[in-house]
């Protein structure tokens, strides 16, 4: 869901180019070394055209901690919060709200569609298999690289906006500094206005007196950034954060952000940042979290390569969607 390695002002000061030029001719400084690194940690490939963004990054990260690009480099393996600030910097959380509505639209009749055996099943009390999935059961959907949350809100307000109770949405992302300010669902006045008309309830004023204390968990810069920009923000109506979790993971790991299985797992315009082997792994890894008859989105025309045994391709004009058909 991530533009997620163009530059982007809000997360990363500009570095003076006589800065830049130091790190550049230095002989310490081997910027495909960092290239690597990144990869390596988090499976993004950084392109050349990039390179500039990246010495940015990891300039502003050494000044922070008031280290040469050197020193931070062998900080690194060793400082968890040091290696994070520089994945911050170096990741964008930009996305928006309804990006894509006809894989909004999906999901949200998906979860329509979940909620009819119920029904049906309620009003034949001689059925013994009553919802199959199990009454209870909430229906699931992942998120994957949520960014600053703008997707996995889009959803919760869809679903909401059809009288839902009975779902669980979670957003995932590697960078700390997203998963914090999407947990605070706080947005500039922009955003909002790309909200559909029947979302619009759930959007309300921001509450300055909630913005200062989620705040208290983010860096000092970052929290700064928070209190001076409140004046113009709105937020998603706390209604809504009772049926939504964010969680920092690394989708290159192989561990799962969770033991559930999910009826819908959205992941767009993040496979393009990785290697094709490392697709097909993730997509594996995605697969095996999707419960049987469940869903993968991915975004238009991505990922077209892929063909797994446990997957079928439907046929959507407009969804670039997989179901999982077997174990």
């Known amino acids: 869901m991530n533009n997620l390695i163009q530059p982007n002002s809000e997360h990363i000061q500009t ?15 081997d910027v495909q070394q960092w290239q690597r690194y990144i990869e390596q940690e988090i499976g993004f490939v950084l392109p050349d055209i990039q390179l500039q963004w990246l010495i940015n990054a990891i300039d502003h990260t050494a000044l922070s901690y008031g280290l040469t690009a050197q020193k931070l480099w062998y900080q690194l393996p060793n ?20 990006r894509h509505i006809p894989s909004i639209d999906f999901a949200t009749q998906c979860a329509l569609q979940h909620q009819q055996p119920t029904a049906i099943a309620d009003t034949d009390s001689n059925n013994d298999s009553i919802n199959e999935h199990g009454a209870d059961e909430l229906f699931r959907i992942w998120s994957v690289g949520c960014a600053r949350g703008q997707e996995t ?14 779902y669980a949405i979670l957003g995932t992302d590697v ?20 909200i559909p008309q029947h979302c619009q309830q759930f959007v309300q004023p921001l509450q300055n007196a909630n913005a ?38 690394n989708i290159f790991e192989q561990e799962p952000p969770t033991t559930h299985l999910q009826h819908v797992i959205i992941c767009q315009n993040m496979l393009l940042y990785f290697r094709k082997f490392d697709q097909r792994d993730i997509l594996a890894r995605l697969s095996k ?24 391709r439907i046929a959507h004009p407009q969804v670039n969607v997989w179901q999982k058909i077997n174990a």
């Open 212 to 249: 200062i204390n989620e705040s208290d968990t983010l860096d000092s810069s970052s929290f700064k950034e928070t209190r001076a920009s409140t004046q113009m923000h709105w937020q998603v109506a706390p209604i809504l954060q009772q049926y939504v979790r964010f969680a920092l993971h």
């Open 289 to 312: 979290q999707c419960a049987l008859g469940g869903y993968i989105i991915l975004a238009p025309g991505e990922a077209l390569f892929w063909r797994p045994s446990n997957m079928r």
């Open 153 to 166: 809100w889009s959803l919760a307000m869809s679903l909401a906006a059809e009288q839902l109770t009975n």
């Open 15 to 29: 570095t003076k180019p006589a800065s830049v030029k130091t790190l550049m001719r230095s002989g310490d400084f």
């Open 175 to 194: 960078s700390q500094q997203a998963v914090l300010k999407a947990r605070l669902g706080q947005y500039e006045q922009r955003q909002q206005s790309l």
């Open 79 to 98: 400082n968890d919060e040091i290696r994070q600030k520089l994945l911050d910097k170096v990741l964008i959380h930009e996305s928006r709200f309804f």
